[in-house]
């Protein structure tokens, strides 16, 4: 006990050393070949707009974590007169040298390899390179829908868990052939009774995990909301799902019995895709009740809670993606965040690069029309 909490206070000052050495990018959006040399501090890059500052950013998390969240079809990355694109990540992890190389063609072809070695799944893939990626648009997990909830809570459990990622992709599979059989009218009951069946296992499995991932963020959350805001706001996150504390037969009783309405809406009503968090402060609704400031200092309260929960679970820095987010905090949050990150790895893109004057541990490129220069 002792020694775990000592190991603990250990970790947490110096986490389990993982660093991005460099980037190598081929015909990757607007970028010929560039190499990029990162630094296991601030990596500041300073650009106008429509530069390829985010695209830098976005290179980095489609090779960590298999997939772009600015598209939906890879082959958009690709540079428009280019029919493959390459992005190679050297990094460091527990002093070992180690490389992941993604590969994709306009024929839809897309390949990754860790260390020259094929990744057969995503899921062999997600959690090799824990990442936090903060945008302009992460607001809408304050503001947005519920989908912007759910899918900011499924990145950190599947990075956490990779048992997590599986249920989740063998769940929306189910879900996908029930709500095509729906939707066609092609109603095989007893089919669809067994679909419930494996449907329920995976609920059971991912509601249960939503549910302490989500007290685990809540519990960080209050610490650094506190700090964030001397104890003048309390933060407070609600797991929503019609399944918590049920046992799978429970589980599967509540799908059966939709069956029928689903069959005459033609879409699936019950289940994990349904699920939300209530986010909180001074016990309203923050995202109908709070001020433009409570609702981002909710997200980078958020954000940071993220940061460190998926540093204490795997024992493994991530590396922070900020991407144009600095213009948007007002000072204090700024010099809050800057202190917070200065013993990790971040990459961080803005157009006015003046809050950094006197950061520590920063190097600063200039991006300009897909090239990239030291400062
Ligand atoms: N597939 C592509 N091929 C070539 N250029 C692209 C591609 N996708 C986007 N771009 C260009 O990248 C630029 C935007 O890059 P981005 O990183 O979003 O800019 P910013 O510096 O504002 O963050 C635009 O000029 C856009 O035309
Ligand atoms: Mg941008």
């Not at 950013?57 to 082959?75: F, M, N, P, Q």
């Not at 981002?296 to 809670?305: E, F, H, P, S, Y």
């Amino acid at each position: 006990m002792i020694l775990k909490k000592y190991f603990g206070i250990i970790q947490f000052k110096w986490g389990i050393k993982m660093y991005i050495k460099n980037i190598e990018l081929e015909n990757f959006r607007n970028y010929n070949k560039q190499k990029i040399d990162l630094i296991n501090g601030i990596n500041l890059f300073v650009g106008d707009n429509a530069q390829g500052k985010t695209n830098i950013i976005e290179s980095v998390y489609l090779s960590a974590i298999g997939k772009s969240y600015r598209t939906i079809k890879d082959v958009e990355v690709i540079n428009f007169e280019k029919d493959y694109c390459r992005i190679i990540l050297n990094y460091n992890k527990l002093d070992i040298n180690k490389k992941i190389e993604l590969f994709i063609n306009n024929l839809n072809k897309k390949i990754i390899k860790q260390d020259e070695v094929k990744i057969g799944k995503l899921s062999e893939h997600v959690g090799e390179i824990l990442i936090v990626i903060f945008s302009p648009d992460s607001l809408d997990i304050v503001k947005g829908s519920p989908a912007k909830r759910r899918s900011f809570l499924d990145m950190i459990c599947s990075q956490i868990s990779k048992s997590y990622y599986i249920n989740l992709q063998e769940y929306m599979k189910c879900l996908k052939i029930k709500n095509s059989l729906l939707k066609n009218g092609n109603i095989d009951k007893e089919y669809i009774f067994v679909l419930h069946e494996k449907m329920s296992e995976y609920i059971f499995n991912i509601v249960n995990y939503r549910k302490i991932i989500i007290d685990k963020l809540l519990e960080k959350s209050k610490v650094i909301q506190n700090n964030l805001t001397k104890n003048t706001e309390d933060i407070n996150l609600i797991y929503i799902s019609d399944f918590i504390n049920l046992e799978k037969n429970e589980i599967k009783k509540i799908l059966d019995n939709y069956l029928e309405i689903e069959v005459i809406r033609k879409i699936s009503l019950k289940g994990i895709q349904r699920d939300d968090i209530g986010i909180f402060v001074n016990d309203k609704e923050v995202s109908k009740y709070g001020s433009q400031g409570q609702n981002r200092t909710a997200l980078l309260t958020l954000k940071l809670a993220n940061f460190e929960l998926l540093r204490e679970e795997n024992n493994e820095n991530p590396i922070l993606l900020l991407d144009d987010i600095m213009s948007e905090l007002d000072s204090n949050r700024i010099r809050f965040l800057l202190d917070y990150i200065k013993d990790y790895q971040s990459i961080i893109t803005t157009t006015d690069a003046s809050f950094a004057k006197n950061a520590e541990n920063t190097i600063i490129y200039k991006v300009k029309n897909g090239e990239i220069t030291q400062f």
